[in-house]
């Protein structure tokens, strides 16, 4: 079967379409035919090499899809079931047919088209864990540092849900876009802690870094208890600074509670360009360049 993934780790001149097997279904796995996968920045590291995955390999690690097979023992889905999840191990989602973790897998509802649900798993999903692992009381202020890329716009969304105040830090192209949900946009750049500092008089409670690096160790400046200072972005910079990572709950119950907020339209996934397989080079490249907005879909099987 078609696929599009990497030869060996290194820059994009490794990229390539490759021809698979399709994979046979496991303990807690299930074969889907992929209708539409969602583009990530680990897609990217992946390629690098940042997960210890030499190639070939197949990217991608969130599908949506019609269930074509179960694996041994695997309950609560059926041959043509729509569902969408994560992929074993993080990969092999950008191919026409992709396992899928069970217990990271749920049904998609008629009303989220595939497109909308196979975004959800990466940045929704982590978009909860992070905001249940700060456990604010409504009224804080949360910071969001990336707060127009593809986790921090569910992030912000969120947690205005959830009643807290949302400073988004952002590029000015994307001032509006946290502003229409609900943020109160901060340009980053030289002067970043002086503006938060403006945007939030009584402070900041707690702030979730989606960008790491120098714009990490800028914004950690505004966040007195640093036990209320995360980063997806950068796990070792953020233990230096005395924040953590988020723990994942790579579960079913996190992606029908996200699933059905898109559902009642609680929560919009963002889903701003929509490549088709053969653009997959396109997709990873608007990714790779750090600034896309929102969320980068690959349209597999009709
Ligand atoms: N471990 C996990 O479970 C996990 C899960 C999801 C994501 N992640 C990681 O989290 C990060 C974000 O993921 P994503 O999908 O949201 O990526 P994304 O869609 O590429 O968004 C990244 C955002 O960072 C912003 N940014 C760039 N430079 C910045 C700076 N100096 N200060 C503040 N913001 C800046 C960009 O905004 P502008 O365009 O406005 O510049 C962009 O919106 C990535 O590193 C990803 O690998 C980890």
Redesign the pocket.
Known sequence: MLAYGFRENGGPEQQAFLDVPVPEPGRDELLVRVRAAGV???DW?LREGAYGIAGPAVLGREVAGTVVALGPGVTGFAAGDEVFGGCPGMVGGWAEQALVTASFCAHRPDAVAPEAAAALP??AG?AHDALRQLGLAPGATLLV??A?????IAVVQLARRAGLEVIG???P??HDLVRRFGGTPVA?GEGVVDRVRAAAPGGVDAAFD???GD?LRTIAEVVDDRSRLLS??DRPLVAELGGA??D?DRSTAVLAEVVGLVETGALDPHVTRVHPLAEAADALAE?ES????GKVVLAVVA
Do not use: C, D, F
């Open positions: 990530n920045p680990g590291r990466v940045a982590t540092n990336g127009g890329g593809g986790v921090g830090v952002a590029g192209r994307k980053y989606l960008a790491g714009a997806v972005a990572g988020v994942r990714v750090r600034h896309a907005e």
